[in-house]
């Protein structure tokens, strides 16, 4: 059965170093997300991708934060510098649409510890 | 605004005991709702979505426009029902999905 994989699965940075994650979407799904979930809350949409059109950003800093999906399949996403407050699990999901209720699969996550 | 708030950060019901998850939304138009939930040591998966009207593993979800509520309830409670629960939206000329903070369902033997 076809997974979103994602790597690392685990990162620990210091605070002023970049961190990089990437994620491989299942194949033929155009609709690509990042999402951040801080412990004990639910996933944090920080951007979606439709092939490699950027669809919505309005929650990514962009001042720290940067994604990328240059040929619309895998996608990396950036933090440069990395901050205390970075620590998380950054989720990566797709969806190939079928109208109302298309489901998202996810990957792992990536743990992200900031020290 | 969006918005979907689930008031719950921790249920704890008794095996065989009926289990309801509250889930409540915001949302300007007819949004699309599901529950996705994650077991143990796995990723968060699809548990069921209203427009299917389906019921899965004996959950199931009734959408109450005039409440804004998605509740999820399952007339017995089975021990590998424990995980975390979240309660999603969607609109319907996108799929941006958006995540209550979620609640763990604690089944006690």
């Known amino acids: 059965e076809a997974e979103v994989a994602q790597s690392p699965r685990y990162k620990i940075t210091e605070k002023s170093q970049a961190v990089a994650f990437w994620c491989d979407p299942i194949?033929?799904?155009?609709?690509l997300y990042w999402y951040r979930q801080i412990l004990g809350q639910g996933p944090e949409l920080l951007v979606q991708?439709?092939?490699?059109?950027?669809?919505?950003d309005s929650q990514l800093p962009k001042d720290r934060f940067s994604a990328e999906r240059l040929k619309g399949v895998d996608s990396t996403l950036k933090i440069q510098p990395a901050e205390l407050g970075d620590s998380a699990m950054y989720l990566c999901?797709?969806?190939?649409?079928?109208?109302?209720?298309?489901?998202?699969?996810f990957g792992q996550g990536t743990r992200l510890t900031v020290v | 605004a969006q918005r979907v708030t689930q008031p719950e950060k921790l249920l704890s019901v008794f095996k065989g005991a009926p289990v309801e998850l509250k889930c409540n939304y915001s949302?300007?138009?007819?949004?699309?709702l599901f529950w996705y939930v994650q077991y143990s040591r796995q990723r968060l998966q699809l548990l069921l979505r209203?427009?299917s009207r389906e019921s899965i593993k004996g959950f199931t979800a009734d959408l109450n426009k005039g409440e804004t509520s998605f509740h999820l309830k399952k007339p017995f409670a089975q021990e590998e029902d424990s995980a975390m629960y979240y309660c999603?939206?969607?609109?319907?000329?996108?799929?941006?999905?958006?995540f209550g903070k979620g609640t763990r369902l604690h089944i006690l033997p």
């Open positions: 999901a797709s969806s190939f649409y079928e109208g109302a209720g298309t489901e998202a699969f």
């Open positions: 194949s033929g799904h155009a609709t």
């Open positions: 991708f439709q092939d490699e059109s950027v669809v919505d």
């Open positions: 949302y300007s138009g007819s949004p699309e």
């Open positions: 209203h427009i």
């Open positions: 999603a939206l969607s609109g319907r000329r996108d799929d941006k999905i958006i």
